[in-house]
């Protein structure tokens, strides 16, 4: 079974700070992605990684950056948390970018005050 | 216009009804669709998938495709109680294009016994 796990369920934070979002997968999934999941709005992609320290633009990269250091391992990084950052992130994985398959984790819930 | 348009209910059904879930969609270039099941407070999870035009069935499930249209549809039969989520649809164009899918809102299906 797939398995992708982010670090936390929950988190709230600051206006201004600094957020690491962390997203592990154990399948050696070529590919990841972090989404953000908003009401009425759906998911939005925000960047997503087809290799090691490679990263790619999604819809929405605004205040967001990204790291894939190791293969398994791809966070999303809040340079100073914003109170409309306030969302459900989620993180996903596949085989390969074009796969029908993205396996997803249960979701960060962030909230910014 | 949003490439994929979909509602986001919510659909309230007795048990034991059929339900129609559906989304349109503006790119021609879409040829893998998918619908994807995600219960409150979890990732989205692929329920299945089709390519091109046609139906496919998977148990009390039923996906069709009518790019004519440019709509495509998710039938339950015998919708139960364990049915209730939202479910998005994504699609996105074949290789060689962007491999990233395009989702849906989702719609948000509740079943009462």
């Known amino acids: 079974d797939v398995k992708v796990t982010q670090s936390s369920r929950y988190l709230v934070k600051r206006t201004g700070e600094k957020v690491f979002l962390e997203c592990v997968q154990d399948m050696d999934h070529e590919n990841m992605f972090w989404y953000r999941q908003d009401p009425g709005l759906g998911l939005r992609l925000i960047y997503f990684s087809y290799d090691v320290k490679m990263k790619e633009k999604g819809d929405i990269p605004e205040g967001y950056s990204v790291s894939r250091e190791k293969k398994e391992r791809f966070s999303l990084i809040l340079e100073s948390a914003s109170t409309n950052q306030t969302s459900m992130y989620l993180c996903?994985?596949?085989?390969?970018?074009?796969?029908?398959?993205?396996?997803f984790g249960p979701g960060t819930r962030l909230t910014v005050l | 216009q949003k490439e994929v348009e979909q509602d986001p209910g919510p659909l309230s059904v007795p048990e034991g009804a059929i339900v129609s879930l559906n989304c349109t969609y503006s790119n021609s270039a879409f040829q893998y669709f998918m619908w994807y099941r995600q219960y409150s407070r979890k990732g989205p999870e692929l329920l299945m998938y089709?390519?091109?035009?046609g139906n496919k069935e998977d148990g009390r499930f039923t996906a069709q495709v009518d790019k004519s249209s440019k709509y495509i549809s998710l039938f339950i039969r015998d919708s139960q109680p364990s049915d209730s989520a939202t479910y998005l649809c994504a699609m996105r164009p074949p290789s060689g294009g962007s491999y990233i899918p395009t989702f849906g809102r989702g719609t948000s299906l509740i079943v009462h016994p």
């Open positions: 089709t390519y091109s035009s």
């Open positions: 996903a994985s596949s085989l390969w970018v074009g796969g029908n398959e993205q396996f």
